[in-house]
């Protein structure tokens, strides 16, 4: 845009210059990264492309081998690469303590985190243990509330973005999906109830819908590379998401740009929710 325009509301509106880095100065934290093939990782980079200073999270002592590298190179603080199983008493809430420590304030939280016990994935919805399904409901969902619990006071002053992850599967049935398909419609659900609770302070909450992209996380759902082969078939664009793809445009959600973009769920799967 290079000449001012008139808004529909009446006051002239000034050009507006797009800044290479528009999340410079910017905090984000992302929780649930796995390993350097996961959709976490693709959008840590992305906030870190465009100006982002980071926390990054681990589950335990294994997934800590394999993202100890990632933290390195994506800048991260030694301080502010933490321990995060939503499952251990403290651990989330020890996350959060740390961040207003070091930082005061937080921008950007990327809630990646989702699980189901593999006999309840695996199996039927209509013989799900009771178990099984608590806690897929409590790491899959309650968490994001957790979550968002924890990062408000630490972005009413400058607002913020709170992410979670979706998928397909939460709005229609996939075959293989399981228990995780009602536990994503929940997940949708409760991300809508904290845009409009949380809106009023200038903190915003999305779901990021991806198309099934093969990471350590998919590689529990069975008969996973025939959901590949007819995602890739079906959608649009011919072609499966990539990590980085869906990182970048998590990110942009991110910026000023889509400050009116709240209580969404934001399919990036190249069109194929779209198709009958």
């Not at 906030?47 to 681990?58: E, H, P, Q, V």
């Not at 099984?132 to 913020?160: C, N, Q, T, W, Y």
């Not at 991806?210 to 529990?220: E, K, L, N, Y």
């Amino acid at each position: 845009m290079t000449e001012p325009y008139k808004g529909s509301d009446g006051p002239m509106l000034q050009p507006v210059g797009i800044p290479q880095r528009p999340l410079a100065g910017r905090k984000a934290l992302v929780i649930g990264i796995a390993n350097k093939d996961s959709i976490a990782h693709g959008c840590a980079r992305a906030f870190r492309a465009c100006g982002a200073d980071l926390s990054i999270t681990y589950l335990n002592d294994k997934t800590k081998r394999y993202t100890g590298e990632l933290a390195q190179a994506l800048g991260v603080d030694d301080a502010l690469y933490l321990p995060c199983d939503v499952r251990q008493p403290g651990q989330l809430e020890a996350v959060f303590e740390t961040i207003e420590q070091k930082w005061g304030k937080l921008h950007v939280v990327l809630h990646s985190i989702a699980f189901a016990p593999m006999e309840d994935l695996h199996g039927r919805v209509v013989d799900c243990s009771r178990d099984g399904f608590l806690m897929a409901m409590d790491i899959s969902v309650h968490s994001l509330l957790r979550v968002a619990h924890l990062a408000e006071p630490l972005m009413e002053k400058e607002g913020g973005s709170i992410f979670t992850m979706s998928y397909f599967g939460g709005e229609k049935v996939v075959p293989h999906y399981g228990i995780m398909g009602p536990a994503k419609a929940a997940l949708e659900s409760a991300a809508r109830y904290l845009a409009a609770e949380l809106g009023p302070k200038g903190i915003r909450v999305n779901v990021i819908s991806p198309g099934p992209v093969m990471t350590r996380a998919a590689s529990g759902i069975d008969r996973f590379d025939e959901l590949l082969a007819k995602t890739k078939e079906k959608a649009p664009t011919g072609k499966l998401v990539t990590p980085d793809q869906v990182g970048l445009a998590t990110a942009a959600l991110a910026c000023d740009f889509a400050s009116i973009v709240t209580g969404e769920v934001l399919y990036m799967d190249g069109g194929y929710n779209i198709m009958g």
